[in-house]
Nanobody
Framework: VQLQASGGGLVQAGDSLRLSCSFSGGTFSNYAVGWFRQAPGKEREFVAGVRWSGDRIYYIDSVRGRFIISKDNAKNTCYLQMNTLKPEDTAVYYC????????????????WGQGTLVTVSS
């Protein structure tokens, strides 16, 4: 299984970005997908997750109402739409897959993408 995250960039506070996570080498519909982020000097944290069929979603409080996670099993892709971005959203964002739900612990995610950098200027 391979994951590739893309879509990061430099934006201003209040702007939007959409991250994509492309999946290959397995059956995407068998996996839940989580997005994590790691800011400089901080531990990696769970941001949002979507269950294998896309019917259940979970967000951390700081992004709920601003971020939208979705999963397209036909395209083997998971998306993270990030709206009203804030400087504190600056981090490297990673997508990962797990067969457990709900799951926010990174140790239970087996496959990881390489990360994409999101920088939000004030």
């Amino acid at each position: 299984v391979q994951l590739q995250a893309s879509g990061g960039g430099l934006v201003q506070a209040g702007d939007s970005l959409r991250l994509s996570c492309s999946f290959s080498g397995g059956t995407f519909s068998n996996y839940a997908v989580g997005w994590f982020r790691q800011a400089p000097g901080k531990e990696r944290e769970f941001v949002a997750g979507v269950r294998w069929s896309g019917d259940r979603i979970y967000y951390i409080d700081s992004v709920r109402g601003r971020f939208i996670i979705s999963k397209d099993n036909a395209k083997n892709t998971c998306y993270l739409q990030m709206n009203t971005l804030k400087p504190e959203d600056t981090a490297v964002y990673y997508c990962a897959t797990t067969t457990q739900w709900p799951e926010y612990r990174s140790t239970y995610y087996r496959y990881w993408g390489q990360g994409t950098l999101v920088t939000v200027s004030s």
